[in-house]
């Protein structure tokens, strides 16, 4: 038997065993596995350490403080006959910005600020490093002197098509991936979706896919927990690096940043926050099911955790609901194959889900969504 299919027979056990319905009782209170707690880490001053209260207090003073950017007027000319005859500033520009970076010493309980400009250099001297410039998440890492790690940063972001604004963060770094803090992310996404589910249930929502049942009570939250993870993981990271290593970055950053996780991540499809919604979307889950009493403002949507748990649940019974009554009964007495339909859906779409399904293949899926569906796998292989 060749690797592939052992793999394949590994996650369709494992997952039989993550995704059964009694699963979903305990989902609160599942506990980080063995495979991700004791991973390998980078981390150079901590084996394990609870960086949160730290974090806090760092964000404290971070509010208090500007880090200060430069922008400047975008000018729309428009030129007759090689004369200039009117212009108008249609937005903004950034053309500088500083950075406010809030460390600690591992032997120090204060917190230091840093101001460094976008190039690096600061007043204090410290040698501070990145590998690649990223927004909020850029990786900075202080080199010189040793002992310090980064807790959390201010940098302007644009908000909107004209305006700039400043906001804290916490991007991943090494020196935070600890055993507590992976922990503290998965426990946040597991209280979140739990936290929907009730919700779902309290208000008797009706599932589309199962009438005369409740979404909670149809679409496992396992499920949702999964793809919250893989949507933040990069396809071809996820093609070379171990998937455990991966898995904790987005653990860890949900355990720094909490309720902002992945607030500023919106994709060029508009894809916004820690479910990845598109405006689309959302708009249409809202009018498919009323009684959900989702927010209506699709950005203040996103930023509620619970709200977009629970949004992305009530989608996966909209997708399941797109299959013929018979095949959907199948489906969902096949946890393996539940789980990689939904993953498929929410990446691509119900109907090449469909197509998917009733192929019992790939070459309906674009290259995206195979390896959308293979991080799908791999990360359930990571929870065993």
Not at 163 to 175: G, H, I, Q, S
Not at 182 to 197: D, E, V
Not at 365 to 380: C, G, I, N, W
Request: without cysteine.
């Amino acid at each position: 038997m060749n690797r592939g299919k052992i793999f394949v027979l590994a996650a369709l056990a494992l997952v039989g065993a993550l995704f059964g319905a009694a699963h979903t009782q305990t989902l609160a209170t599942r506990e980080l596995p063995a495979s991700l707690k004791n991973a390998s880490t980078e981390a150079r001053w901590h084996t394990d350490y609870d960086f949160t209260s730290d974090i806090d207090r760092a964000r404290e003073l971070l509010e208090k403080e500007n880090a200060g950017f430069e922008t400047a007027p975008i000018v729309k000319k428009v030129w007759k006959r090689k004369k200039l005859v009117s212009e108008k500033v249609v937005g903004q520009k950034l053309t500088d910005f500083t950075v406010l970076l809030a460390v600690k010493h591992r032997d120090r309980k204060d917190i230091e600020l840093i101001r460094m400009s976008k190039d690096g250099e600061n007043p204090a001297g410290y040698d501070i490093d990145w590998k690649k410039a990223n927004g909020v998440n850029t990786n900075f890492v202080i080199e010189h002197p040793e002992g310090y790690s980064i807790l959390a940063i201010k940098r302007v972001i644009r908000s909107g098509k004209k305006n700039f604004v400043e906001v804290p963060y916490t991007p991943f770094t090494a020196d935070i991936d600890t055993p507590m803090m992976r922990a503290k992310g998965l426990q946040y996404l597991l209280s979140t979706l739990t936290a929907a589910g009730a919700d779902l249930k309290k208000n008797n929502v009706a599932s589309n896919a199962s009438p005369g049942q409740s979404v909670s009570d149809v679409v496992p939250l396992d499920v949702s927990l999964m793809l919250s993870i893989i949507e933040h993981i990069d396809p071809a990271r996820s093609q070379k690096e171990p998937i455990e290593k991966l898995v904790n970055e987005v653990l860890v950053t949900v355990g720094a940043n909490r309720k902002l996780s992945y607030a500023y991540a919106i994709s060029k499809a508009k894809a916004r926050g820690l479910f990845q919604f598109i405006p689309r979307t959302y708009v249409a889950i809202n009018k498919r099911y009323p009684s959900a009493g989702l927010t209506k403002s699709f950005a203040a949507g996103m930023n509620d955790h619970v709200n977009a748990a629970k949004a992305s649940l009530l989608l996966f019974d909209a997708d399941l609901a797109q299959l013929a009554s018979d095949k959907r009964s199948l489906l969902l007495k096949d946890k393996m194959k539940l789980a990689e339909y939904l993953a498929i859906a929410y990446n691509s779409g119900a109907r090449r889900a469909v197509l998917s399904y009733e192929s019992g293949g790939s070459s309906a899926l674009p290259k995206e969504t195979v390896l959308y569906r293979d991080k799908l796998r791999k990360t359930t292989l990571a929870f065993k």
